[in-house]
C-alpha cells in the first residue's frame, strides 16, 4: 500500500476521532449522559458498533467505552522512515473512523432531529433521507437476501458533470443496483446533481441520498450490518451490562 495512502488514511482517522469525541463531550455537557441515542424507528442499537464489537449503544454515557476502543484502535501517524506493511494499521484506523462517525450521527439525530426525513423518497429540497426505518429495511432487505438486487454501489462525493451523474446512476440501477450517496466534492454532491437533471430519488427508485456529508456514509454500512443480523436471525439482546 501506499504510504502516501496510508499516512492520509491514519492521519484523518485520528481527526475525525477526536472531533467527534468533543462533539460527544459537548452533547454530555448539554443533555447529561443519560440521554438516549438512537437512529428512530432501528432495531440493533447503532448498528456497526453493535454488529462488529457487540456493544449496544443506547445512552451518550455508553459511548465512553467505544471511543476508548477507537483511541486504542488509532495507530501512530505514519513516520518518514516507516516499514511494510501499512494495511493493518489503516484497517484498524478505518474501524476507529466508522464507530467515531456512527456515534456522530445519533448525537446529531439528538441535536438535529428534523435534519433527516426517515422517509422513502425525499420531500421538496431536503434530499437527505438519514437511517433506513424498520419497515424500509424488512422492505428492501429481502431483495439483498433473495437477489433482487445483488448488491449496492456507494457514490461519495460528485462528477465532473450532470450528465456523467445520470449515466452512472442509469446504468447501475439497471444492474439492479441500490446507489447510496453521501458527501461531496468541490461543493457539488451526486445527489443534487441527479435532482437536477429531473431524476426521481429514493427507495423506490434505488437512489437512495442519505446525507451531505461523509460522515452519512455509515448509513450504507449499518443498513448492510442490519440487514444482515436481520436476516440471518439476530435477535437484539443486551450484551453487557452498563
Known amino acids: 500500500m501506499s504510504k502516501i495512502i496510508a ?3 491514519i492521519n ?3 481527526k475525525i476521532v477526536k472531533m467527534c469525541e468533543e462533539k460527544w463531550t459537548q452533547a454530555v455537557d448539554k443533555y447529561g449522559p443519560n440521554q438516549d441515542v438512537a437512529f428512530p ?3 440493533y442499537y447503532l448498528p456497526i458498533i453493535y454488529g462488529i464489537l457487540g456493544i449496544p449503544v443506547s445512552k451518550l454515557s455508553h459511548m465512553e467505552k467505544v471511543f476508548k476502543i477507537c483511541k486504542d484502535l488509532l495507530p501512530e501517524p505514519v513516520k518518514k522512515e516507516c516499514h511494510l506493511p501499512y494495511l493493518g494499521p489503516v484497517l484498524d484506523a478505518g474501524m476507529a473512523t466508522l464507530f467515531a462517525e456512527e456515534m456522530y450521527e445519533a448525537i446529531k439525530y439528538v441535536e438535529e432531529p428534523d435534519f433527516y426525513l426517515q422517509e422513502e423518497e425525499p420531500i421538496g429540497d431536503n434530499l437527505w433521507l438519514g437511517a433506513a426505518n424498520d419497515i424500509i429495511l424488512r422492505k428492501r432487505g429481502i431483495e439483498f437476501v ?3 438486487a445483488p448488491g449496492f454501489a456507494a457514490v461519495v462525493g460528485s462528477v465532473p458533470d450532470n450528465q456523467t451523474a445520470v449515466k452512472i446512476a442509469t446504468e447501475l440501477v439497471e444492474k439492479n443496483l441500490y446507489v447510496f450517496m453521501c458527501s461531496e466534492y468541490e461543493g ?3 445527489a443534487e446533481q441527479l435532482k437536477e ?4 430519488l429514493g427507495w423506490n427508485v434505488r437512489l437512495v441520498p442519505f446525507g451531505p456529508d461523509i460522515y452519512e456514509a455509515v448509513f ?6 442490519r440487514a444482515a443480523m436481520s436476516f440471518g436471525g439476530l435477535s437484539q439482546e ?3 451490562e452498563y
Open 7 to 9: 499516512s492520509a488514511a
Open 220 to 225: 450504507a454500512l449499518g443498513f448492510a450490518v
Open 12 to 14: 484523518g482517522a485520528h
Open 146 to 148: 433473495d437477489g433482487t
Open 238 to 240: 443486551i450484551t453487557e
Open 197 to 200: 437533471e429531473g431524476m426521481q
Open 188 to 190: 457539488k454532491r451526486f
Open 41 to 43: 424507528d432501528t432495531a
